[in-house]
């Protein structure tokens, strides 16, 4: 039975020299010092969980980073693919000063109108000169700085399309009194001006559309790193739960039961 016991261990020990050859002296030493093969083992398992951890951490980031690398490569080739961006004042400059010129050719008094709606046109007249002086130029610089921001651009397109509801008014009234002249130089310029409105609001749209979809994106991208992130964690935490072995319990001696005497033999008389 001793040597039975003594071959399993020298095989266990075989076994564990073959997978870390480098050891094999040390491990001859333990042996020769009495330590026992099962600490071995716990210690080669120790080596091989820490192992596994650091492997499965590592090829989990090199995922993470695989899984962004696309999504950070669309969005850098998309902004270096989009247009650039125009100024708003670029495109309204030229419109605003004809309605302007347009404005500053009206002669009221030979417009055919009663006296209450030439008070009323030429207020309209003062209203608008006074946002062309004011109001406009500082909404319109707030824009430049950022044409591709909904915030600042949308109050410079806000004012100017009160502004033109306000020329809209005052080129009606012109159409039906004024000399045809000032009445075509009003249509003229609110035409090119409803024209440049528009060529505003559609690159506004078109950043705002390519500024939802960049977010939405990077939004995609963070919501996969840090799933990918908790999956990492989780794995290195099971991987780095130490391994136990099964404790097996003593089997229990089955002492035999003592033989029962036999029955004395029954006499008849």
């Not at 003229?188 to 001006?193: D, F, G």
């Not at 780095?240 to 033999?265: C, I, M, W």
Request: hydrophobic letters at 45%; glycine letters at 4%.
């Amino acid at each position: 039975m001793q040597s039975r016991s003594n071959f399993s261990d020298a095989s266990q020990a075989g076994r564990f020299a073959i997978c870390f050859p480098a050891r094999r002296r040390w491990l001859v030493c333990v042996e020769s010092c009495g330590v026992g093969v099962g600490l071995l083992e716990w210690f080669a398992m120790r080596l091989f969980t820490s192992a596994l951890v650091l492997f499965t951490v590592g090829f989990l980031e090199v995922r993470v980073f695989a899984q962004a690398a696309p999504v950070a490569a669309a969005t850098e080739g998309q902004a270096a693919t989009a247009a650039p961006m125009t100024r708003p004042s670029e495109v309204l400059q030229m419109p605003l000063q004809q309605l302007q010129d347009a404005l500053s050719g009206v002669r009221l008094e030979k417009w055919k109108m009663s006296g209450e709606l030439r008070d009323a046109a030429d207020g309209d007249i003062r209203s608008i000169e006074q946002d062309f002086r004011q109001t406009l130029p500082p909404l319109l610089a707030t824009a430049d700085s950022e044409p591709g921001s909904v915030a600042k651009v949308l109050p410079a397109i806000r004012n100017v399309d009160a502004l033109y509801d306000v020329a809209v008014r005052v080129s009606a009234m012109g159409r039906l009194t004024a000399p045809a002249a000032q009445s075509a130089a009003l249509d003229r310029a609110l035409k090119e001006l409803a024209e440049a409105r528009r060529r505003v609001g559609d690159q506004l749209q078109t950043a705002a559309v390519a500024e939802e979809s960049r977010v939405s994106q990077l939004q995609a991208s963070l919501r996969a790193s840090q799933a990918a992130a908790a999956a990492a964690q989780q794995s290195a935490a099971a991987a780095a739960q130490p391994v136990t072995k099964p404790v097996v319990k003593p089997k229990k001696k089955v002492r035999p039961k003592p033989a029962s005497p036999a029955a004395a033999p029954v006499t008849q008389p």
